[in-house]
């Protein structure tokens, strides 16, 4: 089992920074790869971006340029920052784990933190 923990979301006003943090817990040994997704009113959950276990980072071609994911130096914090923010980046931010152990693998999901972009 792996326990997400997101923090960092809040209200940000447009052209602002926000960063996104994501501590995962449990059997952290494992995790392949760690991703945010978000989900936005009355939108489907898309994928923002993710980082392997060995360091890869890929993001949706459509936010490519101001978020930014890393990981932590103990490997189980993920992080998201997030640049020049638009009111269209509101949305629930939610931290996924991708699991594999004994060959079956699982996602797992943290509880979402808000970002709300707005003058």
């Known amino acids: 089992q792996v326990q997400l923990v997101e923090s960092g979301g809040g209200l940000a006003q447009p052209g602002g920074s926000l960063r996104l943090s994501c501590a995962a817990s449990?059997?952290?040994?494992?995790?392949?790869?760690m991703a945010w997704y978000r989900q936005a009113p009355g939108k489907e959950r898309e994928l923002v971006a993710r980082?392997?276990?060995?360091?890869?980072?890929d993001y949706a071609d459509s936010l490519k340029g101001r978020f930014t994911i890393s990981r932590g130096g103990a490997k189980s914090t993920v992080y998201l920052q997030i640049d020049s923010l638009k009111p269209e980046d509101t949305a629930v931010y939610y931290c996924?784990?991708?699991?594999?152990?004994?060959?079956?693998?699982?996602?797992?999901w943290g509880q979402g933190t808000q970002v709300t972009v707005s003058s």
């Open positions: 980082v392997t276990s060995g360091g890869r980072t």
């Open positions: 449990g059997s952290i040994f494992t995790i392949d790869a």
């Open positions: 996924n784990a991708h699991s594999t152990d004994w060959g079956s693998s699982r996602d797992y």
